[in-house]
């Protein structure tokens, strides 16, 4: 599976052709069909290559996903396409004209910097890392703008190279690791390392403690369809100290104003979901300032207001009931309102969504569509019911 070469042949690449978009059920037939006129380890490879790459689609496209190759870690670890791109273009704003990416994985990164005209060296250590990332620059056409290296990145010298980018390994054996000293390589040397450049970006884990930010750092926290996908650590650029929120698709970028807590207030006629990079960033007190709203509890990034103000950092409710938490309570307004598709949402609660909502809706009672919060508002366990607002 880890050794690419045999899948570049002519013979590979017809195999690959020949099992694109083969579904699982399929595969048995499939292989048996083809282990007549080839290699039984080709074959199985190829098929193991084309569940890889149907998996990859959904972070790289399906146009690039088809032509690319992948490891099994690639694609559980590689950067969605739009994200790199993402930075890539923060790093051609920045004046980046070539970067050294450590850690590079499969190339995701590496290709989207080369995609803005960014000149660069990919290494990793990982021998079959290291081969797709080639193999990739190859099948893109961008093999002149990324050299990989098979290497320690410690031991690399980017002093030639405008930035360096790392990516550190953050699973392990036994899974992910939460502790950014436990990185390989840690944190602190990836820190070091961009100190040392005259541009940097570490991307790290969305959940990083805000105190573990080196003072020389801005950091940004971005999502992809309301999915918080990652944090980025940037240095040496204008901003040192700096905290935003990005959000993909746009991009719609929210700076830190450096704002206090809301104050809690009681719930008004709207409730504001924010989006999780601007929870991760804290930066909900920035997001209530424009709505002109205040906390449902001193410890729920929920934010209520008396208005309805459009704005991409927040998904709005309109609210039409607050009631204590109780099943019962909650059982017997679905019925009296007739609700067949129920969404549950929590925040500060204990209670399962799936659970309750087994409970309290086991079959539909007419066609009408809720929301339920659960929550705390004012420290007490609370249920907030409404639906998306429109304007």
Request: with cysteine; hydrophobic share 45%; glycine share 8%.
């Amino acid at each position: 599976m880890n050794d690419l070469a045999p899948l570049r042949t002519p013979e590979g690449r017809a195999l690959l052709d020949a099992v694109r978009g083969t579904a699982p059920a399929d595969e048995l037939a499939v292989a048996t069909r083809l282990r007549r006129e080839h290699p039984a380890d080709l074959v199985s490879a190829a098929l193991g290559q084309a569940r890889l790459r149907q998996r990859a689609a959904v972070k790289f496209g399906a146009r690039d996903a088809e032509r690319m190759f992948f490891t099994p870690n690639g694609v559980e670890q590689s950067t969605r396409a739009s994200v790199a791109g993402h930075r890539a273009e923060r790093m051609k704003a920045l004046g980046v004209t070539s970067v050294a990416d450590l850690c590079c994985g499969i190339g995701g990164d590496a290709i989207a910097l080369a995609r803005a005209g960014i000149r660069v060296l990919a290494v990793d250590r990982d021998p079959a890392a290291a081969e797709a990332a080639r193999a990739n620059a190859e099948a893109l056409g961008l093999s002149e703008l990324i050299e990989v290296r098979e290497a320690d990145v410690t031991e690399v010298d980017t002093g030639g190279y405008d930035a360096v980018f790392v990516d550190p390994a953050r699973r392990g054996g036994r899974g992910r690791i939460f502790d950014p000293e436990a990185y390989s390589p840690p944190l602190s040397w990836a820190v070091a390392a961009a100190l040392a450049a005259p541009r940097a970006a570490l991307k790290i884990a969305p959940g990083v403690p805000h105190e573990a930010i080196p003072a020389e750092a801005e950091a940004e926290w971005i999502s992809d369809g309301g999915d918080v996908k990652e944090a980025v650590l940037w240095f040496g650029t204008a901003e040192p100290g700096a905290v935003r929120a990005t959000l993909l698709p746009g991009p719609r970028t929210l700076l830190g104003a450096g704002l206090p807590d809301p104050d809690v207030r009681p719930v008004g006629r709207y409730l504001y979901e924010p989006d999780g990079a601007v929870i991760r960033a804290h930066l909900v007190a920035d997001v209530a300032r424009e709505l002109d709203g205040g906390l449902v509890d001193e410890t729920i990034a929920y934010v209520t207001a008396d208005e309805l103000r459009p704005t991409p950092y927040a998904t709005a409710y309109e609210i039409t009931d607050q009631l204590p938490f109780g099943v019962k309570k909650l059982k017997a307004l679905l019925r009296e309102r007739e609700v067949g598709v129920l969404t549950v949402k929590k925040r500060g609660s204990a209670v399962e969504p799936e659970e309750l909502r087994k409970k309290v809706l086991p079959k539909p009672q007419g066609s009408a569509a809720v929301t339920v919060f659960l929550t705390r508002v004012a420290g007490a366990p609370t249920m907030l019911i409404g639906r998306p607002a429109t304007a």
